[in-house]
Protein backbone atom coordinates (compact mmCIF):
# COMPACT_ATOMS: atom_id res chain seq x y z
CA UNK A 1 0.00 0.00 0.00
CA UNK A 2 1.27 3.33 -0.97
CA UNK A 3 1.99 5.84 1.43
CA UNK A 4 -0.27 9.43 1.56
CA UNK A 5 1.18 12.54 1.06
CA UNK A 6 1.13 13.44 4.55
CA UNK A 7 3.22 10.29 5.57
CA UNK A 8 5.57 10.82 3.08
CA UNK A 9 6.08 14.38 4.05
CA UNK A 10 6.58 13.25 7.93
CA UNK A 11 9.31 10.33 6.75
CA UNK A 12 10.95 12.96 5.12
CA UNK A 13 10.85 15.26 8.01
CA UNK A 14 12.27 12.72 10.47
CA UNK A 15 15.39 12.17 7.81
CA UNK A 16 15.64 15.92 7.98
CA UNK A 17 15.58 15.98 11.65
CA UNK A 18 18.11 13.62 12.28
CA UNK A 19 20.56 15.34 11.28
CA UNK A 20 19.09 19.23 10.98
CA UNK A 21 19.06 20.52 14.69
CA UNK A 22 19.59 24.09 15.99
CA UNK A 23 22.38 25.38 18.96
CA UNK A 24 22.92 28.86 20.28
CA UNK A 25 25.63 29.69 18.03
CA UNK A 26 23.71 28.06 14.59
CA UNK A 27 19.87 27.85 15.12
CA UNK A 28 17.41 26.35 12.90
CA UNK A 29 15.04 27.84 10.74
CA UNK A 30 12.13 25.81 10.28
CA UNK A 31 9.46 26.23 7.72
CA UNK A 32 5.63 25.45 7.84
CA UNK A 33 3.59 25.50 4.74
CA UNK A 34 -0.35 25.12 4.70
CA UNK A 35 -2.20 25.50 1.72
CA UNK A 36 -3.07 29.33 2.09
CA UNK A 37 -0.33 30.29 4.58
CA UNK A 38 3.40 29.93 5.23
CA UNK A 39 5.40 30.13 8.43
CA UNK A 40 8.67 30.54 9.27
CA UNK A 41 10.40 30.63 12.40
CA UNK A 42 13.76 30.79 13.91
CA UNK A 43 14.91 27.90 17.07
CA UNK A 44 17.12 27.38 19.17
CA UNK A 45 16.93 23.45 19.67
CA UNK A 46 19.30 23.23 22.81
CA UNK A 47 17.15 25.54 25.07
CA UNK A 48 14.07 24.83 23.29
CA UNK A 49 12.99 28.63 22.66
CA UNK A 50 12.01 30.60 19.73
CA UNK A 51 13.99 33.38 18.61
CA UNK A 52 12.12 34.95 16.13
CA UNK A 53 9.03 34.31 14.05
CA UNK A 54 7.02 35.63 10.57
CA UNK A 55 4.55 34.33 8.95
CA UNK A 56 2.02 35.46 5.94
CA UNK A 57 -0.24 36.23 8.44
CA UNK A 58 1.50 39.16 10.31
CA UNK A 59 -0.22 42.77 9.73
CA UNK A 60 2.65 43.73 7.34
CA UNK A 61 1.45 41.15 4.80
CA UNK A 62 -2.37 41.81 5.28
CA UNK A 63 -2.51 43.78 2.24
CA UNK A 64 0.46 42.63 -0.05
CA UNK A 65 -0.31 42.24 -3.46
CA UNK A 66 0.90 38.70 -5.14
CA UNK A 67 0.95 35.11 -5.49
CA UNK A 68 1.87 33.02 -2.53
CA UNK A 69 5.82 32.95 -3.83
CA UNK A 70 6.25 36.70 -4.06
CA UNK A 71 4.46 36.65 -0.17
CA UNK A 72 6.36 34.20 1.06
CA UNK A 73 9.83 35.43 -0.36
CA UNK A 74 8.33 39.07 1.67
CA UNK A 75 7.70 36.62 5.02
CA UNK A 76 11.76 35.49 4.39
CA UNK A 77 13.10 38.93 4.10
CA UNK A 78 11.00 39.79 7.19
CA UNK A 79 12.56 36.91 9.23
CA UNK A 80 15.80 37.48 7.87
CA UNK A 81 15.84 41.29 9.35
CA UNK A 82 14.47 40.15 12.10
CA UNK A 83 17.17 37.76 12.57
CA UNK A 84 19.78 39.95 11.73
CA UNK A 85 18.69 42.68 14.35
CA UNK A 86 18.79 39.68 16.99
CA UNK A 87 22.21 39.53 16.08
CA UNK A 88 22.36 36.15 14.26
CA UNK A 89 24.66 35.62 10.74
CA UNK A 90 24.33 32.05 10.43
CA UNK A 91 21.58 29.17 10.60
CA UNK A 92 20.97 26.00 9.48
CA UNK A 93 17.39 25.53 7.32
CA UNK A 94 15.16 22.73 8.05
CA UNK A 95 12.43 22.76 5.13
CA UNK A 96 10.44 20.33 6.83
CA UNK A 97 9.54 17.57 4.45
CA UNK A 98 8.55 19.92 1.95
CA UNK A 99 10.71 19.79 -1.42
CA UNK A 100 12.81 22.79 -1.66
CA UNK A 101 10.68 24.10 -4.65
CA UNK A 102 8.30 27.15 -5.21
CA UNK A 103 7.11 29.09 -1.86
CA UNK A 104 10.03 27.03 0.11
CA UNK A 105 12.89 28.10 -1.81
CA UNK A 106 11.55 31.64 -1.96
CA UNK A 107 11.03 31.95 1.61
CA UNK A 108 14.78 30.53 1.55
CA UNK A 109 15.75 33.50 -1.06
CA UNK A 110 14.61 36.19 1.01
CA UNK A 111 16.05 35.17 4.06
CA UNK A 112 19.13 34.65 2.10
CA UNK A 113 18.69 38.34 0.55
CA UNK A 114 18.05 39.85 4.11
CA UNK A 115 21.74 38.82 5.60
CA UNK A 116 21.64 35.31 6.24
CA UNK A 117 23.69 32.68 5.95
CA UNK A 118 22.83 28.83 4.80
Not at 61 to 82: T, W, Y
Request: proline share 1%; charged share 30%; glycine share 10%.
Amino acid sequence: MALTKYERRIRIKNRIRKVVSGSTSRPRLSVFRSNKEIYAQIIDDQNGKTIVAASSRDKDFAKAKGNKSDIAALVGKSLGEKAVKAGLESISFDRGGYLYHGRVKSLADGAREAGLKF
